[in-house]
């Protein structure tokens, strides 16, 4: 029986690309809040209810398909609905009911607005104004809506993307700037910063002092919760240094179809075309070397394909180019450690280790590595410091376990899996571990309910799926064995699997159902 080598690190696409665009959230936003404002419909006390969205979605739009890219109107520009429900309406200045407005508002001006509508003061440092006045018809003088998109600035080491808009004019702060009148160019099509300098100079000018106290934007270290929350969100991804100056080269518009290939790397994966999306990430890297996230991206890849000497490789260019990324680091150690490198992991992880906040996936990559160099103690030792960074972080018992397992004392094993679950019950790896305990034990229907409970909670682990097969097949339950190992011929890598493939290959097609 197999038993998961300690630590498998998540696919870098679960993160950068888990907030993408859901048609059916509306609908399912709907049914969601209507009991809820019905209910204050038909209550006696009246709430004042603002509705608003985070953003747009592009679709297509200068040739964007989502969002974070670009900051044109069909991601900025988001209905803000407030309104006054129950059956006292309130008698000060609460929005009253059908009064639509299109001089454009910001998020800011929510906290003011509420605050207004409660007779509560405003403090004058807050940032935006009540919107109260202009639901009367006070539009007041023209402001200035500061707008920015960093993430691919963040994330991919693109240019900075800064911007405002007052009155009908909109700038863009890019390499190549823009300017828009949006009152006779709703769809922004008509770049007017070469006609109209003067109009260029005075936004450039304002938008100048509007970011005067600005620090410079970057990824800060979070704590190990918020870290934990921000990756199930798919928020954390490997950041991309600053430059101290941005070309035309750095432009979005100038990369918007790298944007496009890393979208269709993602989707290839997704389909399942493993060897179709290494080749499009490898385009991805020969075009824009220089970008530490396609590097991450090729490296995982690789390491699903089971070339792990590769994934290695590329792994590590990518931490060269952005040492101070945690997460890449991880996965540097991981990746090392796969490739039957773990002394290299093990020196290039100490840096990151030797700090009194080091990271919870740098410290699992580096018991991973001490581990498989043999060295038990300190490898527990790394557990240990994990567990205590993340407490709710099931992952280092999981991996203390596993190191239990390999060392043959079963008992510590199964105890340490057993708290691992209690912490994460969605932790497939120490159902497979007690798995392989019971079945050591020759407790094999426990056995079989572990796996089974641990290929629902990953599908794609072919290891149990190996295990599930190999033993239904020895107790002589061939057709409850199929499945399987049909499924584990679909996901596990032929360069790492090669012999054990073959053999279930023969086996499937000498026992035809």
Do not use: C
């Not at 993602?266 to 075309?273: A, L």
């Amino acid at each position: 029986m197999r038993a998961h080598a300690p630590y498998r690190p998540a696919a870098p696409f679960d993160r950068e690309y888990a907030d993408r665009p859901y048609f059916g959230e509306v609908a399912a936003a709907d049914r969601a809040l209507a009991p809820l404002l019905d209910a204050l419909r038909a209550a006696a006390r009246p709430t004042l209810v603002a509705v608003t969205g985070d953003h747009g979605e592009a679709l297509g739009d200068h040739g964007e398909q989502t969002h974070g890219l670009f900051a044109y109107e069909s991601t900025l520009r988001i209905p803000l609905i407030v309104s006054e429900l129950g059956a006292q309406r309130a008698q000060s200045q609460g929005p009253q009911s059908g009064e639509v407005s299109a001089v454009s508002a910001r998020h800011v001006d929510i906290l003011p607005t509420v605050l207004d509508a409660l007779g509560a003061p405003i403090p004058q440092a807050l940032d935006g104004r009540s919107l109260l006045p202009i639901a009367a018809g006070s539009t007041g003088p023209p402001g200035a809506t500061y707008f920015e998109s960093l993430s691919a600035s963040i994330n991919r080491g693109w240019a900075p993307l800064y911007g405002l808009v007052r009155g009908s004019l909109k700038y863009v702060d890019l390499p190549i700037p823009e300017l828009y009148d949006l009152s006779s160019d709703p769809s922004e099509s008509h770049d007017l910063s070469a006609s109209r300098p003067a109009d260029l100079r005075e936004l450039q000018r304002l938008l100048a002092q509007l970011r005067a106290d600005d620090r410079r934007a970057g990824p800060v270290r979070e704590s190990a919760g918020t870290r934990e929350q921000l990756r199930s969100l798919g928020y954390v991804t490997g950041s991309a240094p600053a430059k101290e100056r941005y070309t035309e080269a750095d432009d979005p518009k100038r990369l918007i179809h790298i944007d496009r290939a890393i979208d269709g790397v993602v989707s290839q994966y997704q389909r399942g075309d493993l060897p179709g999306a290494i080749a499009a990430a490898e385009r991805v890297v020969g075009e824009r070397p220089d970008m530490p996230l396609s590097l991450v991206h090729l490296a995982f890849l690789y390491n699903e394909a089971g070339d792990h000497r590769r994934a290695a490789s590329a792994i590590v260019r990518g931490l060269a180019l952005n040492p101070a990324a945690d997460d890449v680091a991880a996965l540097a150690g991981a990746y090392l450690t796969e490739a039957g490198q773990s002394d290299e992991a093990i020196r290039r992880l100490t840096p990151y280790v030797a700090r009194a906040d080091a990271d919870v996936d740098v410290l699992i990559a580096y018991g991973v590595a001490l581990a498989s160099a043999g060295r038990k103690r300190e490898a527990l030792e790394a557990f240990d410091r994990a567990r205590a960074a993340d407490p709710g972080n099931g992952l280092p018992l999981a991996d203390t376990a596993t190191v239990y397992l390999m060392a043959g004392e079963r008992d510590r094993a199964a105890a340490a899996f057993n708290e691992a679950l209690a912490i994460d019950p969605a932790l497939a790896r120490a159902h497979n571990g007690l798995g392989v305990i019971e079945a050591g034990r020759r407790n094999y229907e426990q056995a079989l309910d572990h796996w089974r409970r641990a290929v629902a909670l990953d599908p794609r682990d072919f290891e149990t799926l190996f295990n599930l097969g190999d033993l239904l097949i020895q107790l002589g339950r061939s057709a409850e064995a199929r499945p399987y190992w049909q499924q584990y011929l679909a996901t596990a890598p032929a360069a790492l699997e090669a012999r054990d493939r073959e053999r279930v290959r023969k086996w499937l097609a000498s026992n035809l159902p």
